[in-house]
């Protein structure tokens, strides 16, 4: 690897040690001395000397893909290329593609495509910590895992991992992305000082919140998976309850984690999909899930956190499966 | 490079003009002429004709990345390369809502679906009059509010960037700029299909639609796919499903009248001329009686 010699920047994160050549200040710097993790890189290429790719049939537009390679071509900003789990390249599309629009895509969708490549488990979740355990907030994009976060660091928990979180074979929650990105509403009802506060990218009306405190530099075990799922459209108004539901079926969690793998298209594609199934696999049996409705407001949802724990699962609100519930939960397993 | 299916369509529409009542009634013909016919539709669980087209998850999954990471004027002109391929874990062929002008402003000239591979749309409208009405009872919005909005072309779904959603935005500016933009485009061919004439001549207008769509047309099935998926049917079936997972928090019912002559009837003649005065253009070139203007 000839271009580790323009890594200036070291990170360790997922497991690994990342070296790059621009600065990803949303991963925790390398500290630890008392194991060698794998190396990969993150480097600067022209993506016209990549060699040609025949895509499977798995593959998008915008996202080519064969086992071992993964290419995002995204207009405005830039391509990328994720290749054998080793080297992360890029290219910006033009002068005007700053650091930061390169690196919102090179942490996640980049290095979660690396990280599937050498066989991880990574799952669209946010993790957080106490007392030296980890609990993990499953749910797509925009279901307020970040919200939950941000009300959770207020009670005293330490995020691990942003956006996307690697569970290794033994159950352990790795270091990883530490910026929560939280939406101008979301900022605003949680009483932070939102003008202070780096945007995601120029043009969104999303705020960065990187962590004051020092983060873990080792893998923490993982005591509880929650699923955030959609509030319940007939909830009383003015509800503040954080309600779960304990998802006893091993088919229907399995299939749930398997739905919350970080972009399971990328897995199937690159000829990871039967790993994942294996893994999801261990991991609900290891692990309890449960689904977890918030309160429709951030000042609910912090009213509801100062009487439960989300480290003790009978603390929190039970919800009996409605008819929908259960049929839908039937219906998963017979799929 | 598309993943082996069965092509896809769209069903597109200015929200509240019996888009849901297509998709069900798809969804009820497939149940109907299916080997092994379940007793009943349940419209939470069988309703899965494909992803609306503003899905974020649904996107995420074809562009590869987290869309809440652009902003709409970013993802305006890459929303067309999402949809050649299937849905990761869909299966047969796609029938895709969709809420969304053909362009919008961000989208350079750019359709905000994708064309490749799509075998068509069918475009569904429904008088602006009665389209207010609606409007009013499932934002829980008045129905100045509603005139404006489809007299707006701003008008949007999801319209703010403060906040994230299960849905990304959907420009549909005025309604009338709404309709031309999907029946007068030349990429995808189009079956248009008037709410009023669903609901007067269903067996011949349903009849047509399964024939454009290439879904099975035997008229006794496609007769008793309409009956059961009436007003009043989908209204109990409704009422068995506690509730329609496309209701709205503040709405009493997804399915709530169905009827047409509604808006002349709640809006004010000077709330009518209005409308004619904006819209009067493409409402005659419809059939679609007014008031005369002010």
Not at chain 1, 22 to 32: C, M
Not at chain 2, 40 to 49: F, I
Not at chain 2, 250 to 261: D, K, L
């Given at each position: 690897m000839s271009e580790l010699a323009n890594c200036q920047h070291n990170y360790g994160a997922f497991g690994l040690n990342i070296l790059s050549d621009?600065?990803?200040?949303?991963?925790?710097?390398?500290?630890?001395t008392d194991f060698s993790p794998a190396a990969v890189s993150i480097t600067a290429s022209s993506h016209e000397g990549w060699p040609s790719l025949e895509a499977n049939e798995h593959s998008t537009p915008s996202l080519q893909m064969a086992a071992g390679d993964w290419r995002l071509e995204l207009e405005g900003i830039g391509w990328f290329r994720a290749h054998a789990g080793e080297t992360l390249s890029y290219e910006r599309w033009d002068d005007s593609v700053s650091d930061r629009d390169l690196r919102t895509f090179l942490v996640t969708s980049g290095l979660a495509a690396l990280l599937i490549q050498r066989g991880a488990l990574v799952l669209q979740g946010t993790t957080l910590v106490r007392n030296g355990q980890a609990v993990m907030l499953l749910g797509a994009p925009a279901s307020g895992k970040s919200t939950l976060a941000c009300c959770l660091q207020q009670e005293g928990w330490q995020l691990l991992s942003s956006e996307l979180s690697v569970v290794s074979e033994q159950g352990l929650v790795w270091p990883g992305l530490q910026q929560l990105k939280l939406w101008h509403d979301s900022a605003v009802a949680l009483g932070l000082d939102w003008a202070q506060l780096p945007l995601v990218r120029r043009g969104l009306k999303r705020y960065a919140l990187l962590p004051e405190a020092d983060v873990s530099s080792q893998a923490i075990p993982l005591a509880l998976i929650y699923i955030i799922i959609g509030g319940n459209r007939n909830k009383e108004a003015g509800e503040c309850e954080i309600q779960t539901r304990h998802v006893k079926r091993q088919a229907v969690a399995l299939l749930r984690l398997r739905n919350n793998a970080y972009q399971p298209r990328v897995?199937?594609?690159?000829?990871?999909?039967?790993?994942?199934?294996?893994?999801?696999?261990?991991?609900?049996?290891?692990v309890h899930i449960y689904s977890l409705e918030l309160p429709d407001s951030v000042k609910r949802m912090q009213q509801a956190?100062?009487?439960?724990?989300?480290?003790?699962?009978?603390?929190?609100?039970?919800?009996?499966?409605?008819?929908?519930?259960a049929a839908a939960e039937a219906q998963e397993e017979a799929k | 490079m598309s993943t082996p299916d069965n092509g896809y369509w769209y069903l597109?529409?200015?929200?509240?003009?019996?888009?849901?009542?297509?998709?069900?009634?798809?969804?009820?013909?497939?149940?109907?002429?299916?080997?092994?016919?379940?007793?009943?539709?349940?419209?939470?669980?069988?309703?899965?004709?494909?992803?609306?087209?503003?899905?974020?998850?649904?996107?995420?999954d074809q562009l590869g990345i987290n869309s809440c990471d652009l902003s709409f004027a970013e993802l305006d002109p890459l929303r067309g390369r999402a949809g050649e391929s299937a849905w990761l874990f869909a299966e047969g062929?796609?029938?895709?809502?969709?809420?969304?002008?053909?362009?919008?402003?961000?989208?350079?000239?750019?359709?905000?679906?994708?064309?490749?591979?799509?075998?068509?749309?069918?475009?569904?409208?429904?008088?602006?009059?009665?389209?207010?009405?609606?409007l009013s009872h499932f934002f829980s919005w008045s129905l100045e509010s509603c005139l404006n909005f489809l007299l707006d072309p701003s008008a949007a779904l999801v319209p703010s960037a403060r906040h994230g959603g299960h849905q990304v935005r959907q420009h549909m500016g005025r309604w009338d700029q709404h309709v031309l933009s999907w029946v007068d485009q030349q990429q995808l061919p189009v079956l248009v299909m008037r709410y009023e004439d669903m609901l007067v001549k269903g067996p011949e207008t349903f009849l047509a639609l399964t024939q454009f769509l290439g879904l099975p047309d035997d008229p006794s099935l496609v007769n008793q796919a309409l009956r059961n998926t009436s007003i009043e049917s989908l209204q109990k079936l409704e009422d068995q499903v506690g509730g329609f997972a496309e209701k709205p928090k503040?709405?009493?019912?997804?399915?709530?009248?169905?009827?047409?002559?509604e808006g002349?009837?709640?809006?004010?003649?000077?709330?009518?001329?209005?409308?004619?005065?904006?819209?009067?253009?493409?409402?005659?070139r419809f059939d679609y009686e007014g008031v005369d203007e002010a």
């Open positions: 621009i600065p990803l200040p949303e991963l925790p710097v390398h500290t630890s897995y199937r594609a690159m000829d990871q999909e039967a790993n994942l199934f294996l893994q999801v696999s261990a991991l609900a049996r290891r956190l100062e009487k439960v724990d989300l480290l003790i699962a009978g603390s929190l609100e039970a919800k009996p499966a409605t008819e929908l519930e | 597109a529409s200015y929200p509240k003009s019996g888009n849901t009542w297509c998709r069900v009634f798809i969804t009820e013909l497939q149940r109907l002429a299916g080997e092994e016919t379940p007793e009943e539709l349940n419209l939470n669980l069988d309703v899965e004709t494909g992803a609306i087209a503003s899905s974020r998850l649904w996107l995420d062929e796609r029938f895709h809502k969709v809420h969304d002008g053909f362009q919008s402003p961000d989208s350079r000239g750019r359709p905000v679906v994708s064309t490749a591979g799509c075998r068509g749309v069918v475009y569904i409208l429904r008088h602006p009059e009665d389209v207010a009405v609606s503040g709405a009493e019912r997804f399915f709530r009248s169905g009827r047409s002559g002349a009837q709640q809006l004010t003649l000077e709330q009518r001329q209005r409308l004619a005065e904006g819209l009067q253009k493409v409402m005659r």
